[in-house]
């Protein structure tokens, strides 16, 4: 069927449930934010590496990636067949703020402390985002560029955000092991304060210091 922004984020999460945790209930969009909290994606001691949508009905060929990890935390974006992009290096297990696998793990990681209070911060305007997209696709490196401006925004929103981390212990220890493995410090103990300039979809963060 045609995709729409719901069927989009659905259906990408229902497999990442089916193919990994078949025993857990997928998130279903629209039902809450503790149903939210129960996406496998936060749920789970481990996580995707990225989330990739096709839409073939009609000869359309459209196609939607997050290029990160997580689906439930991160955000579609439109990519064309033969139209390469540069996202920057390759990621690795080495934790590197110019891969963007990695500069979205820092919100990735942050939610993951408390996603029923942290993930409800962003995920309206990441929702309505992919709406917009949906409707009427930008071109692939003018949505990259944006959502990379959303990403450095909604990190600063999250890890300002003073909520107790509602994990329980042992998932608290396996984070901060694979984060010493990747010499990945995910909570800044100081986070700069950012100013937004966006103009016809292009976006700019400022630090703003003082």
């Known amino acids: 069927m045609p995709l729409n922004e719901t069927s989009l984020r659905y259906e990408a999460e229902r497999l990442a449930a089916t193919v990994w945790w078949p025993s857990m209930p997928c998130r279903d969009v629209g039902e809450g934010v503790n149903r939210r909290s129960r996406s496998p994606c936060l749920a789970a001691n481990s996580q995707t590496t990225a989330s990739w949508v096709a839409d073939l009905s009609g000869g359309s060929g459209r196609h939607w990636v997050t290029a990160t990890a997580a689906p439930c935390t991160g955000l579609f974006k439109p990519v064309r067949v033969g139209e390469p992009l540069d996202l920057g290096p390759t990621p690795t297990d080495v934790a590197d ?12 990681r942050r939610v993951l402390r408390n996603p029923a209070a942290l993930l409800p911060l962003y995920a309206g ?19 990259f560029a944006e959502a990379d401006c959303l990403l450095a925004g909604w990190s600063a929103t999250v890890a300002g955000a003073r909520v107790p981390d509602a994990r329980p212990m042992r998932v608290r220890r396996f984070w901060r092991r694979h984060n010493r493995m990747a010499l990945f410090v995910p909570y800044p103990r100081t986070t ?7 103009r016809s979809r292009a976006c700019k963060w400022f630090e703003v210091r003082g």
Do not use: T
Request: negative net charge; aromatic residues 8%.
């Open 192 to 198: 700069p304060s950012l100013q937004r300039s966006c």
């Open 125 to 143: 305007e990441r929702d309505e985002v992919e709406r917009q997209w949906l409707a009427a696709p930008p071109a692939p490196a003018e949505a």
């Open 97 to 108: 703020p110019d891969s963007l696998w990695w500069r979205h793990e820092r919100l990735h």
